[in-house]
């Protein structure tokens, strides 16, 4: 049986050393009819005859069609994705940063399987991340825990997960669908510059509309883009403060909706994880020029947020407060004290060491404390996982 054209658009901004590999890993999918749709937001370092040649060197049969273009002048992400979406002519599409590649020479042929069922409007794979420059990693998007806990959940659900967390559990670069399906939900919204994705799945959420979520790793992710690179390059932070205010935007804006349809709880996670956002964007671009009382009096205002962060991340990752180095400092400031050593000179009474050892103390139980509601909470949520999966 004839199988529908699957289209992969290639959207780049100065990825030139990147984007061969990139074309040559969708060059060599085994699915029969393929359409190759290169948008390139109008880069200093596109070449599109070296490309264009590339192309017609290593095609093979399945090639059905391709295109490759540059705009006229830079427009962001979403636009040049909603371009490069409007020049396929695919049953089934996908968008693929120039820095990310296909695991596999089967990919799209184990998601048309997944389309087979007309229920699947939207696939959600998964990922696996490398370093900027190559260096394998273990980090899996998304992680074990989002994807355990999102896949099984109904549309409404989905919903209320992605709308109360400080980032997006659906995982963009791992994303494929139907053509139709994405016009008929308006496209991205251009309302957005740089966050093409997140918008878009809590608009189809809300709308009733269940994502598919597929156990299989099918792309490896570039660490180094918008939501991720290192702070090293102005031109690109600026990109990424722009990403953040965009998805603190996001959040705030689905408070009205959640406060006549949602929980108080639910209204809570939301206003606290858009100001999370807001938090790590002022703390990765604007405190490192502030004064001290500033840098204080921010980080004294924002603790209830950043004891939400430490929270969640926790939770998802699995990770726990280390109490090594208060416990060894809690046994030297004890030995300290039980053999009357002054270590500071105003200090003759030994109150000051006896405070500091009071405080480590305090200091460890607060995050024993910690773990141990991380634990129960953690336990809580696997149980949840379990309930769902039966």
């Known amino acids: 049986m004839k199988k529908p054209l699957f289209s992969v658009g290639i959207v780049s901004y100065n990825q030139k050393e990147y984007i061969f590999d990139c074309i040559q890993s969708i060059l060599r999918q085994n699915y029969p009819a393929i359409e190759l749709v290169i948008a390139d937001d109008h880069s200093?370092?596109?070449?599109?005859?070296?490309?264009?040649?590339?192309?017609?060197?290593?095609?093979?049969?399945?090639?059905?069609?391709?295109?490759?273009?540059?705009?006229?002048?830079?427009?962001?992400?979403?636009?040049?994705?909603?371009?490069?979406i409007r020049e396929m002519r695919g049953e089934y599409i996908?968008?693929?940063?120039?820095?990310?590649?296909?695991?596999?020479?089967?990919?799209?042929?184990?998601?048309?399987?997944?389309?087979?069922d007309e229920n699947n409007q939207i696939l959600c794979a998964r990922a696996r991340a490398i370093l900027h420059d190559g260096?394998?990693?273990?980090?899996?998007?998304?992680?074990?825990?989002?994807?355990?806990m999102i896949a099984e959940m109904s549309a409404g659900e989905m919903y209320t997960y992605?709308?109360?967390?400080?980032?997006?559990?659906?995982?963009?670069?791992?994303?494929?669908?139907?053509?139709?399906?994405?016009?008929?939900?308006?496209?991205?919204?251009e309302q957005y510059v740089y966050t093409e994705d997140w918008p878009l799945w809590v608009r189809m959420?809300?709308?009733?509309?269940?994502?598919?979520?597929v156990d299989e790793v099918v792309i490896q992710?570039?660490?180094?883009?918008?939501?991720?690179?290192?702070?090293?390059?102005?031109?690109?932070?600026?990109?990424?403060?722009?990403?953040?205010?965009?998805?603190?935007?996001?959040?705030?804006?689905?408070?009205?909706?959640?406060?006549?349809?949602?929980?108080?709880?639910?209204?809570?996670?939301?206003?606290?994880?858009?100001k999370a956002i807001e938090m790590r964007r002022e703390m990765e671009f604007f405190l490192a020029d502030a004064?001290?009382?500033?840098?204080?009096?921010?980080?004294?205002?924002?603790?209830?947020?950043?004891?939400?962060?430490?929270?969640?991340?926790?939770?998802?990752?699995?990770?726990?407060?280390?109490?090594?180095?208060?416990?060894?400092l809690l046994l030297a400031a004890g030995l300290l004290f039980q053999q009357q050593i002054q270590v500071f000179p105003w200090d003759h009474s030994g109150k000051f060491l006896a405070a500091v050892i009071l405080m480590l103390a305090c200091c460890i139980a607060v995050k024993l404390g910690g773990n141990l509601l991380l634990t129960l909470l953690s336990l809580r949520a696997g149980y949840k996982t379990k309930l769902k999966e039966k």
């Open 44 to 84: 200093y370092d596109f070449d599109k005859e070296k490309i264009e040649a590339y192309i017609r060197e290593h095609r093979r049969p399945n090639l059905v069609r391709y295109v490759v273009f540059t705009n006229a002048e830079n427009v962001g992400i979403v636009k040049n994705c909603n371009r490069c």
């Open 94 to 116: 996908k968008t693929i940063a120039a820095d990310d590649t296909f695991l596999g020479n089967d990919v799209l042929m184990k998601m048309h399987r997944q389309f087979e």
């Open 135 to 148: 260096g394998a990693t273990e980090d899996l998007y998304p992680s074990n825990y989002d994807f355990h």
């Open 162 to 189: 992605m709308v109360t967390r400080p980032w997006c559990p659906v995982f963009a670069p791992c994303v494929f669908m139907r053509r139709d399906f994405f016009w008929q939900m308006g496209g991205y919204d």
């Open 205 to 213: 959420t809300r709308a009733g509309h269940r994502l598919t979520f």
């Open 221 to 274: 992710y570039r660490y180094g883009g918008i939501s991720n690179q290192s702070s090293s390059e102005f031109k690109i932070n600026h990109l990424r403060a722009r990403h953040y205010q965009e998805c603190a935007q996001l959040l705030k804006g689905e408070l009205t909706y959640l406060k006549e349809h949602g929980t108080l709880g639910q209204i809570f996670r939301c206003w606290y994880s858009a």
């Open 291 to 328: 004064t001290f009382r500033h840098n204080l009096c921010f980080r004294l205002r924002m603790l209830p947020v950043q004891c939400y962060i430490k929270l969640m991340t926790a939770i998802t990752y699995h990770h726990r407060f280390s109490v090594k180095k208060e416990c060894v």
